[in-house]
């Protein structure tokens, strides 16, 4: 296997925000919801973890977050 080339800040950043958003909620039948929007989030492939991907996406029902990776204006700072 190939080395992983994660970025190992935004992979802190991400993993600190996942768990921040909570524990799932019981679940809701589809007829009791005005709208019904279904995800399905599979995980990261080997070849894609050794890419450096990072896992960005936390499902929470009924929440669905992406942590967007990102640089603050000065070009240096990294935050989500």
């Known amino acids: 296997m190939g080395r992983n080339k994660t970025d190992v800040d935004?992979?802190?950043?991400?993993?600190e925000n996942k768990s921040q958003v909570g524990p799932a909620l019981?679940?809701?039948?589809?007829?009791e919801m005005g709208i019904c929007i279904c995800v399905?989030?599979?995980?990261?492939?080997?070849?894609?973890?050794?890419?450096?991907?990072?896992?960005?996406?936390?499902?929470?029902?009924?929440?669905?977050?992406v942590h967007q990776p990102k640089y603050k204006v000065d070009g240096i700072t990294k935050y989500v």
Do not use: C, T, W
């Open 10 to 15: 935004f992979d802190m950043l991400i993993e």
């Open 40 to 65: 399905r989030k599979r995980p990261l492939f080997d070849k894609e973890y050794q890419n450096g991907e990072i896992d960005s996406v936390s499902a929470s029902n009924p929440k669905v977050v």
């Open 26 to 31: 019981n679940h809701v039948s589809a007829s």
